[in-house]
């Protein structure tokens, strides 16, 4: 096998204002390289990109942006920002315009699927590619794990809001990351620990529980999304976690309906299927990407 060179010292760590809000990016590798948009889910943070990012960054413009709320990104008043996955699809938008991408291929995890399917249906013709690691647009994707988040959309009141309170517990966030993993000794304690930054800050919780609320929203999207796959066909890459409790494999399958240049691959691990397959899944992104857009010198026009 090929070994390749380690870009350490490449990542650099950005802040940049978009409408008012200052949002932070990690960003690495040559910017006339092929870009890849890495959109990270919940209750993490572009941290969980963190060995991702030097190991394509030879090849590839990495682009990997906390949303305001998480991580490093600024937190506005809820009283004062619309806390919505459209607002942070528009914001991202705006991140790409401000970079001059006007191509890339995207990476959705979690709560990045609305985002960038959001980004997508709008202007699908940028899309050059998708990677999916247990992001979900399909309805049978939303099994058990979902039922009290579905009783807080019907009625959202605090009774129903109390049970969804657990997912940002620190046992509650620590149980996302080991959850379905092969050894829990696998997972850096790193991950909750640092998700933790952004969940304890004040108002934090309430902002989670807008997301959760909010979330609802997607639903009814899905199949403008699935129609756009049908139509637009982008190449795409499927990396599961098959163990997933919160986006269970259920979730992945759907997918072969409407994209037919799909490989697809279930994983033996959790929700946060980098931090155990990380070796697997970079092997399998580079040959994606090698096959299908191109390396550093053959950036797609």
Known sequence: MEIRKSNWG???YQNVELDGVKIFYREAGASNAPTLLLLHGFPTSSHMFRDLIPAL??????IAPDYPGFGYSE???ISEFDYSFDNFSRLIGLLLEKLKIQKYS????????PVGYRLFAKNPEKVQGLIIQNGNAYE???KEFW???KAYWKDRTPANAEPLKEFISPKGVKWQYTHGVKAESNISPDNWIIDRHHLDRPENPEIQLALFYDYRTNIPLYPNWQAKFREHQPPALIVWGKNDYIFPAEGAHPYKRDL??????????GHFALEEEGIQITKLIREFMENNIGGKMKKVA
């Open 147 to 149: 039922d009290p988040i």
């Open 140 to 142: 049978e994707g939303l």
């Open 57 to 62: 960054a030879n090849e590839y413009h990495i």
């Open 75 to 77: 937190q506005p008043p």
């Open 260 to 269: 037919r240049n799909l490989k697809f691959h279930l994983l033996d691990t």
């Open 10 to 12: 490449a990542v650099k």
């Open 106 to 113: 995207l990476y959705v995890m979690d709560y990045g699927a």
